[in-house]
């Protein structure tokens, strides 16, 4: 698992959907959960990216489903970081300089915060770690480089 040397990880809705759908790197998600659950290593999620996981499941299942992932994975092993004044501003640096969604920028500021590595398959995401030098665990189709 690309990033696996870290023990704090950030997972973006990209993750989320990723183990939820069981696509391709569903099972270094799940594997990050257990660790998570041995507390063997530190999972962060944003608020706001649960909130883009919500929505994307509201629009292709319907609000009760959405319902259903929202208290699933609010019970995961995972420490839920509200938006401070200082996570929103590292945040809005990070949208202010990349393009990528207001909501990547969350988590690539929590992960820079928590020094964590991201764990996504987000093209997008990969493109501002290639940047500003920040680790990653690639879901992806091979390696992010």
Request: aromatic letters at 12%; charged letters at 25%.
């Amino acid at each position: 698992m690309n990033g696996s040397y870290h023990k704090n990880f950030v997972l973006d809705a990209y993750a989320v959907i990723c183990y939820l759908e069981d696509e391709t790197g569903a099972d270094e998600v799940a594997l990050l959960l257990k660790k998570a659950g041995d507390n063997t290593v530190r999972l962060f999620m944003t608020w706001i990216n649960l909130g883009e996981v919500y929505y994307r499941v509201h629009r292709k299942y319907g609000e009760i489903e959405a319902e259903r992932v929202l208290e699933t994975v609010k019970n995961w092993p995972v420490e839920f970081l509200a938006g401070d004044e200082d996570l929103t501003l590292v945040a809005a640096r990070v949208k202010a300089s990349y393009a990528l969604s207001y909501a990547d920028a969350y988590a690539i500021a929590a992960a820079l915060k928590n020094n964590a590595a991201v764990v996504t398959g987000d093209p997008e995401i990969k493109n501002a770690s290639v940047k500003m030098g920040f680790p990653l665990t690639w879901l992806g189709q091979g390696n992010p480089e």
